[in-house]
């Protein structure tokens, strides 16, 4: 599975957007993009995946780039509770592909 | 819908004690994973299921460690003997195959080796 790269840490406004970046510079064709954050204490959660189109659900709106190198994770309005890590993974979604866990990015929503 | 479900939450056990976490996947989920999580290694995958037989544990770190599934609605995790270095959190997660493939996690046990 592709390498994925996120900033270690990121500071956002409470009510505002929140922008999270992914690099997949090594994605291939069948590879699909994985977002999934960790609330302390809890365990991982899914939020959202996509292969090439912009993807949007109750929790978040994933925007990849037409050359799919790149996307963004937005949390349209960021609440104190979005205080977490945030893993991008990129993952084949064949049955009984896992999901590998690089670093993540720490953001910290402030009021 | 219950989500996947993991026991104890928390546990605390001295050096050379047998510990047991165990996990309950979501119902009619074929694959289950184990996954251990620390600070200096964050997390990483230790062994995986499909159909409750185990497919990839090469992630187990050593014999100490052993995983089973005896059905497609339990399995463990077992540590013998267990090393203050075991200590770590230690999650279940499952997905089902023909659903998307997308992986659920449980909340983790969390396990201190003394």
């Known amino acids: 599975d592709a390498k994925t790269t996120q900033p270690p840490s990121m500071d956002c406004a409470e009510g505002r957007a929140a922008n999270l970046p992914c690099n997949h510079s090594t994605i291939s064709g069948n590879e699909y993009v994985y977002w999934y954050r960790q609330i302390h204490s809890q365990g991982p959660q899914y939020i959202i995946h996509?292969?090439?189109n912009n993807e949007t659900n109750e929790m978040a709106s994933l925007i990849i780039t037409e050359d799919r190198k790149s996307s963004t994770l937005i949390l349209p309005h960021a609440t104190l509770r979005d205080t977490a890590v945030y893993y991008c993974i990129v993952r084949r979604q064949a049955a009984g592909n896992k999901l590998t866990f690089g670093g993540g990015t720490r953001v910290l929503v402030k009021p | 819908d219950a989500g996947v479900i993991q026991s104890p939450r928390h546990e605390v056990t001295e050096m050379g004690q047998e510990v047991t976490l165990r996990c309950k996947p979501i119902s009619g989920h074929d694959y289950l994973f184990w996954y251990r999580q620390t600070m200096m290694r964050g997390l990483e995958l230790l062994i995986y299921f499909n159909n409750n037989v185990p497919i990839d544990d090469s992630g187990m770190p050593e014999d100490r460690f052993s995983a089973k599934m005896p059905n497609a609605s339990f399995s463990t995790l077992k540590i013998q003997p267990s090393e203050p270095r075991d200590s770590a959190v230690y999650f279940c997660?499952?997905?089902?195959?023909?659903?998307?493939?997308?992986?659920?996690f449980g909340e983790g046990s969390w396990l201190t080796v003394v």
């Open positions: 996509g292969l090439k």
């Open positions: 997660a499952s997905s089902l195959s023909s659903g998307g493939n997308t992986i659920y």
